[in-house]
């Protein structure tokens, strides 16, 4: 009698298994007919939650075949006629990406050892041959999602597909020739995406993509740094690595472009000298210096190091310097005025005893010298805000202690 029923439970489990199996029969015979598409997917799913048929390849394999059967209808009525309003653009990008998810998790399970230890894949190469023949259209995808703004996170998807493929061991010849260029350009994209949805480490993840791939642009470098220092002031967990993020960025973005983008370097320098490095930072900058001794750039730059060092009069004189070269920036002429108004302040606050010729050397070589790097900045932009406050701040000093 024991063995009788233990007879019986394996006839039902069989029967459990083939009724499942016969839910993606189903399902697969209703892939392709544009009325049935619901009920397909609903049968699909019910096999993906089963405990018999949820690790089986076949059954993913299918899911993939009813998205991309579906996309495949759309876009034969588009080509027929392109203002057809059955088609749907965006709901074609969710059938890409549906599809791609259930093709790759298939892909995964075809490839498990059987029980004698084997992988004898069923269906790795129609997938393969699926995924390849539909690469452009992740592209076009994500163009469609971007541009409807709301779908950021969609679009971030469909540039990565894009640009991850051409690396895969199941693209195709064709796929694997995309030139790097293009990659990086999905790579691009799929950051601006993320970045536009304010998913900013996605963001970063997307533009590492790109500059590990040699990218070519220079905005890839400096929106991959944008993300990193937005994360660290929204959250404290992620300072120290944004840190190092940062500084892996500005010494690949520094090589790559060298002074042509000087934000490479300018973080760079700033990543040392926050890390307590101000030697390291003085030794790579003087390099620089001495390597382009007419950039004011760099002397601005150094005169910052050397004002987080301590070394008052070095920083001035490479303000000063800066301030006086035909190519100074704003920002730096602004900065060079700050800091020889601070070091001049200082300087009257220990001014007892001190002779007049004493009092007009401090006039002239500081509060008198600021003075004109900000005439010199007022031409370049006189309504900012910071630099009118420094002026008050010099004019009030030069009234009050020398009249």
């Not at 991309?68 to 209808?73: C, G, L, T």
């Not at 709901?91 to 093709?103: D, R, S, T």
């Not at 076009?140 to 469909?158: I, L, R």
């Amino acid at each position: 009698m024991k063995k009788i029923l233990t007879f019986a439970l394996c006839v039902a489990a069989a029967g459990s298994m083939s009724a499942q199996k016969q839910v993606v029969d189903q399902a697969q015979k209703l892939a392709g007919k544009n009325d049935k598409i619901a009920e397909a997917r609903g049968l699909i799913q019910q096999a993906a939650s089963n405990p018999e048929t949820q690790n089986d390849a076949r059954t993913y394999f299918v899911a993939g075949k009813i998205e991309y059967d579906a996309f495949d209808n759309s876009f034969k009525k588009q080509m027929i006629n392109p203002n057809d309003p059955s088609v749907k653009p965006l709901e074609m990008g969710e059938q890409l990406i549906n599809g791609y998810n259930n093709f790759i998790k298939a892909l995964s399970l075809d490839s498990v050892p059987n029980a004698k230890g084997e992988i004898k894949p069923k269906f790795s190469k129609d997938i393969a041959s699926r995924l390849s023949g539909h690469f452009n259209d992740y592209f076009n995808a994500g163009g469609s999602f971007y541009n409807e703004k709301k779908f950021y996170p969609e679009a971030y998807e469909a540039f990565m597909i894009y640009g991850q493929m051409p690396s895969k061991p199941y693209a195709s010849k064709e796929v694997k020739a995309t030139p790097d260029s293009v990659v990086n350009t999905a790579f691009f994209n799929a950051g601006i995406s993320a970045y536009a949805g304010n998913n900013l480490e996605a963001g970063a993840n997307a533009f590492k993509h790109a500059r590990l791939n040699n990218s070519d642009n220079p905005q890839n470098y400096i929106y991959e740094l944008a993300c990193w220092q937005y994360l660290a002031g929204q959250d404290s967990t992620k300072v120290d690595r944004a840190k190092n993020e940062i500084l892996e960025i500005a010494q690949a973005g520094h090589k790559k472009f060298g002074l042509s983008q000087p934000i490479f370097v300018n973080n760079l320098i700033n990543s040392l000298v926050l890390d307590n490095k101000i030697d390291e930072a003085l030794a790579e900058v003087n390099t620089l210096v001495a390597a382009n001794p007419e950039n004011a750039s760099l002397y601005g730059l150094r005169g910052y190091v050397n004002d987080r060092k301590g070394d008052d009069e070095a920083s001035v004189e490479d303000y000063k310097k800066a301030a006086s070269l035909p190519d100074v920036d704003f920002e730096t002429l602004k900065n060079a005025a700050k800091k020889i108004f601070k070091v001049g302040t200082q300087k009257w606050n220990n001014i007892e005893g001190a002779t007049p010729e004493q009092r007009n050397e401090i006039k002239t070589k500081y509060f008198q010298y600021a003075k004109d790097i900000t005439d010199k900045a007022k031409t370049m932009n006189a309504e900012d805000s910071d630099l009118q406050y420094v002026i008050e701040n010099i004019d009030y000093a030069l009234e009050t202690f020398f009249n």
